[in-house]
T-cell receptor, first 114, second 116 residues
Framework: GAVVSQHPSWVICKSGTSVKIECRSL??????MFWYRQFPKQSLMLMAT?????????EQGVEKDKFLINHASLTLSTLTVTSAHPEDSSFYIC??????????FGPGTRLTVL | AQKITQTQPGMFVQEKEAVTLDCTYD???????LFWYKQPSSGEMIFLIY??????QNATEGRYSLNFQKARKSANLVISASQLGDSAMYFC?????????????FGKGTHLIIQP
């Protein structure tokens, strides 16, 4: 199946700093990628849709100025958590469709903000 | 709006038994797709199976099959001959069935534990 990678797999940062997470489709081109957030023992919640060459679409309640998304190419989307705070600590996962209806997820990034 | 309901927070099953994980959905869309994912403790989301709303036959992928009952709006996952490695969280999800413009809506998940 299609492969989606994420980097880093985990990150610890101080409160107030910014963190960038990369999502790459390794063997296919993705005009659309998706970013999800998962708090402990909860389900995945869609944060935003990342569109190559245009602005991201954010779900209701997600601060677009805090979670900056850039879809620079057909294989790369980045999520930057700006001025991170402890409540932003979570598991962030990206996904993409590799042609057809199947949706593939990256391995996730565990963010801990101290 | 789409909604996914998984009513089983946790399940204990004996190894080698078959398992059915429940999933019901609600949508006003005529065309949609239903997905099941496995999430082990590592956190990765492993794609298991997909069913399109217009697919007449139930989807099967190895030991996984999807019992799709459109009139009842249910899409239960059946795992045959369960193995210890099947222990994980299982999520049912819904999305569009076509070009992938929409993200997925997930249920709350079922924590499956396979006992030897």
């Amino acid at each position: 199946g299609a492969v989606v990678s994420q980097h880093p797999s985990w990150v610890i940062c101080k409160s107030g700093t910014s963190v960038k997470i990369e999502c790459r489709s390794l063997d296919f081109q993705a005009t659309t990628m998706f970013w999800y957030r998962q708090f402990p023992k909860q389900s995945l919640m869609l944060m935003a849709t990342s569109n190559e060459g245009s602005k991201a679409t954010y779900e209701q309640g997600v601060e677009k100025d805090k979670f900056l998304i850039n879809h620079a190419s057909l294989t790369l989307s980045t999520l930057t958590v700006t001025s991170a705070h402890p409540e932003d600590s979570s598991f962030y996962i990206c996904s993409a469709r590799g042609g057809g209806p199947k949706v593939y997820f990256g391995p996730g990034t565990r963010l801990t903000v101290l | 709006a789409q909604k996914i309901t998984q009513t089983q927070p946790g399940m204990f099953v004996q190894e080698k038994e078959a398992v059915t994980l429940d999933c019901t959905y609600d949508t006003s869309d005529q065309s949609y797709g239903l997905f099941w994912y496995k999430q082990p403790s590592s956190g990765e989301m492993i794609f298991l199976i997909y069913q399109g709303s217009y697919d007449e036959q139930n989807a099967t992928e190895g030991r996984y099959s999807l019992n799709f009952q459109k009139a009842r709006k249910s899409a239960n996952l059946v795992i045959s001959a369960s193995q210890l490695g099947d222990s994980a969280m299982y999520f049912c999800a819904m999305g569009d069935s076509g070009g992938g413009a929409d993200g997925l809506t997930f249920g709350k998940g079922t924590h499956l534990i396979i006992q030897p």
